[in-house]
């Protein structure tokens, strides 16, 4: 039974780059929830996808978008990057966005931008 | 005031010691709360799920006061190993969110 994955699991980046972030939830999980954790921070979170539809966000700009696809697989993709975008970025799968079902983590990407 | 707020510890405590963190909440709507343990540039991973009073597993033991907004978690006979940062999360029914705090850091000696 695979867990939640993500890929790739570090990045460097420069400033005004854009990066794509990947993650195959966990089997039976249909809904995705994307969170950004600078060093010493609880998660902050970024959005949940269900349905191949972003369904809440949380106060990240519109450069953060993201899409899931319909075997539930999804993307983050940040675009014209900070410095500040630098931080551990977490994927986690759940079943129904009904909060009452645990997040199941995966490894996370650590990206970094110079 | 944050919606969930933790102690940041750390909390410096001998093997075989009892410790409990609080984890207080703003929001009268939330309906359930987890317990995630995060180990240093790890992800989080799920301890303990909270839907009524309390919760109990081995060595943890999670209790929540609704009257007073908030949810400890106990660890019994630390080992070397329960270091790490402890979250806190709750669930609100009426907003449909996850809300984190920040952490509580414990470091358990030998």
């Known amino acids: 039974d695979a867990g939640v994955t993500q890929s790739p699991t570090h990045l460097i980046k420069t400033r005004g780059q854009q990066v794509t972030l990947r993650c195959s939830p966990k089997?039976?999980?249909?809904?995705v929830s994307w969170y950004q954790q600078a060093l010493g921070q609880g998660p902050q979170f970024i959005f949940q996808?269900?349905?191949?539809?972003?369904?809440q966000r949380g106060n990240f700009p519109d450069r953060f978008s993201g899409h899931q696809f319909p075997n539930y697989s999804s993307e983050l993709n940040v675009n014209a990057l900070l410095l500040g975008d630098s931080a551990l970025y977490l994927c986690?799968?759940?079943?129904?966005?009904?909060?009452?079902?645990?997040?199941?983590f995966g490894n996370g990407t650590r990206l970094t931008v110079t | 005031r944050k919606e969930v707020e933790q102690d940041p510890g750390p909390f410096n405590v001998p093997e075989g010691a009892t410790v409990a963190f609080n984890c207080t909440y703003s929001?009268?709507?939330?309906?359930?709360f987890f317990w995630y343990r995060q180990d240093c540039r790890k992800e989080p991973k799920l301890l303990m799920s909270?839907?009524?009073?309390?919760n109990e597993d081995g060595r943890f033991t999670a209790q929540l006061n609704r009257a007073s907004q908030y949810i400890s978690l106990l660890i019994r006979d630390s080992k070397l190993s329960d270091s790490a940062t402890y979250l806190c999360?709750?669930?609100?029914?009426?907003?449909?969110?996850?809300?984190w705090g920040l952490g509580t850091s414990l470091a358990v000696n030998p």
């Open positions: 986690a799968s759940s079943l129904g966005t009904g909060g009452n079902s645990p997040l199941h």
């Open positions: 089997s039976g999980h249909d809904t």
């Open positions: 996808y269900y349905e191949e539809e972003e369904r």
């Open positions: 929001n009268s709507a939330s309906q359930s």
């Open positions: 909270v839907y009524s009073s309390g």
């Open positions: 999360v709750a669930f609100s029914g009426n907003n449909r969110k996850l809300i």
